[in-house]
């Protein structure tokens, strides 16, 4: 009796230690199945890149590009017919002058003389007015006299006496002295035409004709250009215009070179080019022997200043004033308040310092996932 109740002691002992065997083995292999599901889950949470907000002051800028062009430059011609003559300089293509200095002329000798003559004419004219003033009009003598004294055929003609005396004047103007005067005066215009003359300082750019050379009235002789002021044509958008004002500073460099140039718009074109679509601005350069007329520069035009404010690309935007923020591992969609936009760019303010933004483009229905992320 006792051996039965013995065998069925070890037999329930046996049954129980299987069961809790098999218990043991079930609820492992569940935690086991769990923590690779887990494991499983997290490996395929999406992966986004994201950056941390500092928020700070903002600056604002439009793009400028454009060409240096010399701020004067002028086509020579020749009012005057016959041979052309250098100067001191050779009239040739790079040679530089200074404002009024002789660039050329166009042999002048037969007018000259012509002038000459036609002065000796007057002075002997005048000789015998005087004589006859000094009768017919004798308060008018000396005033004449001295004009008389004055006068040189080899000078400039100088200014005729006013006369007030209405009769007077009559009587001048019945013996020819007027027209005769008026003549003379054209011929010295006509005479100073002879001459070539820098309008400023510059250098010949351009030559077309050389000494010796038989020239017409009208005939281009080259071009001649400032080589002390420049300025920059470039282009922008009429929605940019109203920061485009007269005397506002812009930073220039040459393309390819560290150079830097400061400048100010001068002058702004009030007509839209139809083909660009844009406006022209000027942009003047200080003097710089570093620039060459043709240098082709970059630069930036300020607009406004933002503070408390970030800029990021337009492409991180969502419904056009919301982005993507991670809390907790999740994306939230957050507002923001749109300060400036530009082509590619937007600055924007209403962020808080150490948020994580989504620098990925998503769409609205990226909402609530939960994502694992990379901080560039």
């Excluded at 003389?113 to 007057?122: G, V, Y």
């Excluded at 082509?343 to 609530?368: N, R, T, W």
């Amino acid at each position: 009796m006792q051996k039965r109740r013995k065998r069925q002691l070890l037999i329930v002992a046996g049954l129980i230690i299987l069961a809790g065997a098999i218990f043991l083995t079930t609820r492992f292999s569940v935690w086991n199945k769990q923590q690779s599901e887990q494991e499983q889950t997290a490996d395929e949470l999406p992966v986004v890149s994201v950056f941390t907000v500092h928020p700070g002051e903002t600056t604002t800028f439009i793009p400028i590009t454009g060409r240096v062009k010399p701020a004067s430059r002028i086509l020579v011609f020749s009012e005057v017919g016959g041979v052309l003559q250098s100067a001191l300089k050779p009239f040739k293509t790079g040679v530089s002058f200074q404002k009024g200095e002789l660039m050329a002329r166009v042999d002048n000798r037969e007018v000259s003389q012509n002038l000459r003559a036609q002065k000796s004419s007057f002075m002997s004219m005048l000789s015998n007015l005087v004589a006859a003033i000094s009768i017919d009009y004798p308060k008018h003598y000396e005033t004449w006299q001295n004009y008389l004294s004055e006068f040189s055929p080899n000078e400039k003609l100088p200014p005729l006496p006013e006369v007030s005396d209405r009769q007077f004047q009559l009587y001048l103007n019945s013996n020819n002295i007027y027209s005769q005067y008026h003549s003379i005066r054209q011929m010295e215009i006509r005479l100073a035409k002879y001459g070539i003359y820098a309008p400023f300082d510059g250098t010949l750019t351009l030559a077309n004709a050389e000494d010796g050379t038989v020239v017409s009235p009208g005939q281009s002789l080259g071009e001649f250009m400032s080589n002390k002021h420049f300025e920059v044509e470039a282009s922008i958008q009429p929605d940019d215009l109203h920061y485009a004002r007269p005397g506002a500073e812009v930073t220039l460099s040459v393309v390819g070179k560290n150079d830097s140039f400061r400048g100010n718009i001068i002058r702004i074109n009030e007509k839209i080019d139809p083909q660009t679509q844009t406006v022209k601005i000027f942009i003047q350069l200080k003097e710089n022997k570093l620039l060459k007329p043709g240098n082709f520069m970059k630069g930036k035009l300020k607009t406004a200043t933002f503070q408390q404010s970030v800029k990021m690309s337009n492409d991180y935007l969502v419904q056009n004033n919301h982005v993507f923020r991670v809390e907790d591992s999740v994306a939230v969609l957050h507002p923001v308040i749109i300060e400036s936009r530009s082509a590619d760019s937007v600055v924007v303010s209403g962020l808080e310092e150490g948020m994580l933004i989504i620098d990925e483009e998503k769409s609205p229905a990226f909402e609530g996932t939960r994502v694992n992320f990379s901080n560039r």
